[in-house]
């Protein structure tokens, strides 16, 4: 075990020093944040954050381009955004928004109940993918029948079913609310998304970069920097470099600078990292249609075998905090179970199953992900121990994903992020036999009383007994592991002293709040 973390250090640390050397080409920053307009940002994020017309968001809510009618507070709870207020009626079945006043979106029209109807006549036209979170009817507002303008600023959802949960259901991106001028017959974009946020888009090349300016017309809090500039950098050594060389002065989204580097770059006074909890959780999907991982034994024999706190302190130097719940830390339901590892009991489970024979697996990495085949080599070493042979694959994402739905695995390394807060939607996906995961993750997970206690849970408006079935449902679950949550993330961002209040949120940094640090130091 000693030799294996030994020879994951040694890795990493041969990779810092070929970072450090190349950037040493460039020399030490001098003034190179020059090269930048003194009230312009650039940033980059490893995607491009706007992917534009074909894409059923346009942009990332992290972008504060679009807003929705809620959001979410620090707590990931649903708060108010272009709705300022609400009213649940009939158990959950009725629910009337209250609309902010005196907003207008980016080409000047008005924000009203006639917008947001027509937002609503779009979904309505079908699902619409996104590099982000689909947009779609039947998952945000399950049995809605009708949805209404009852005043210029007051809309009303009806729906077949009681929905007490809608509101974490439609916190950004349930909701999101564009001008109707954006959109063609189809409800595609038609031109660049115009939405009410404190930036607007200027600009986007795709792949490339984006250009966001200052919306001065925004109803809250105006934005503190004039123009940022996202530029897309995918290869974590070249956002790196860029960061170091001051080209760029901070790196967002997910996966924005890996924990090794994090640590690295925290070193040199130029520079800051700073983290928070993340809406991501990172897990092993293993193939519960086929031998062995159909026998439940078999799978918490793989979950004991792992030792969680060991992987998070090795390979992501505390930058993660170790699970087995499936339910993310950031979620207003989540329940706190302890991390179990007992090597000995996973032995006996697999035992059971394998009997004195071994059995070869295939384990499926994201190739794109520079620290996912350390993580699988060691996990490989300790399944071992249990009669597992692993053989690591790593593949093209696009690829794993069409193998994963025929089933042609046996382990795959997966991450799921948190479209919002909802513990009912978050769990549903995984446990119910219809669960979009379940389903194309090939999980083959079905409990009887899971699936009863999901059920009843969805008419409950009772929190403490919600909360009381949620904990059930998670204790089971994590019993039997339909999955392998190895831990859940962190967002780390980095950036250039140049800047202040450079904070991240679970999902992003509030651009709005950014500002120069020169001007105010």
Not at 34 to 48: F, G, N
Not at 301 to 327: F, Q, W
Not at 431 to 441: E, Q, R
Not at 449 to 470: A, C, G
Request: aromatic share 10%.
């Amino acid at each position: 075990m000693e030799s294996m973390m030994k020879k994951l250090f040694l890795m990493m640390l041969l990779l810092i020093t070929a970072l450090s050397a190349g950037c040493g080409k460039q020399g030490q920053l001098q003034n190179n944040i020059e090269k930048h307009a003194k009230d312009t940002v650039v940033l980059a994020a490893y995607r491009h954050l706007a992917p534009g017309n074909k894409d059923g968001l346009y942009c990332s809510r992290i972008l504060y381009v679009w807003e929705p009618l809620i959001t979410k507070d620090d707590n990931n709870r649903p708060t108010p955004c272009l709705a300022q207020s609400w009213e649940m009626r009939d158990g959950g079945k009725e629910w009337i928004f209250h609309l902010r006043r005196d907003v207008y979106f980016h080409n000047g029209t008005k924000f009203n109940a006639d917008s947001v109807v027509a937002n609503f006549d779009r979904m309505k036209k079908g699902y619409k993918r996104s590099s982000f979170y689909g947009l779609n009817m039947e998952t945000y507002y399950p049995t809605l029948l009708k949805y209404e303008k009852v005043d210029e600023y007051t809309i009303r959802l009806l729906f077949k079913e009681a929905n007490v949960n809608e509101l974490y259901k439609m916190t950004d991106f349930g909701s999101p609310i564009y001008a109707p001028e954006c959109f063609d017959e189809d409800g595609n974009f038609r031109s660049v998304a115009i939405g009410t946020g404190p930036y607007k888009i200027t600009e986007n090349a795709l792949n490339k970069y984006v250009v966001l300016e200052r919306n001065d017309n925004y109803w809250g809090e105006k934005g503190k920097i004039k123009k940022f500039i996202v530029r897309t950098i995918p290869n974590t050594d070249t956002r790196y470099a860029a960061l170091k060389s001051g080209e760029i002065d901070g790196v967002l989204d997910i996966n924005a600078i890996p924990p090794f580097l994090a640590a690295e770059i925290k070193k040199d006074s130029n520079f800051s990292v700073d983290k928070n909890k993340s809406t991501m959780i990172r897990y092993l999907s293993l193939n519960g249609n086929k031998f062995p991982f159909n026998d439940v034994r078999m799978r918490r024999a793989v979950s004991l075998a792992i030792d969680r706190k060991n992987l998070v302190h090795g390979m992501y130097l505390d930058y993660a905090e170790p699970t087995i719940n499936i339910l993310n830390y950031t979620s207003p339901g989540y329940k706190a179970i302890p991390v179990a590892y007992d090597l000995q009991e996973a032995k006996r489970l697999a035992h059971e199953v394998l009997g004195d024979k071994r059995c070869e697996i295939t384990y499926c990495i994201n190739g794109s992900e520079p620290l996912q085949k350390g993580e699988a080599e060691l996990i490989a070493y300790w399944l071992q121990d249990i009669g597992l042979d692993v053989q690591i694959k790593s593949i093209e994402y696009a690829t794993l994903s069409k193998m994963m739905r025929k089933g042609e695995f046996d382990i795959v390394r997966v991450q799921r992020g948190l479209a919002n807060g909802d513990p009912f939607s978050a769990l549903y996906t995984f446990v119910m036999p219809d669960g979009g995961i379940n389903a194309s993750n090939r999980l083959g997970y079905n409990n009887p009383e899971v699936v009863e206690l999901m059920n009843r849970v969805k008419h409950i408006t009772d929190e403490q007994e919600r909360q009381s079935i949620f904990d059930r449902v998670q204790e089971i679950v994590a019993y039997e592991q339909p999955v392998i949550p190895l831990f859940n993330d962190m967002n780390i961002v980095a950036y250039n002293k140049r800047l202040k209040n450079y904070k991240p949120l679970i999902y992003g940094v509030d651009l709005s709040k950014v500002e120069l640090a020169e001007e105010n130091d």
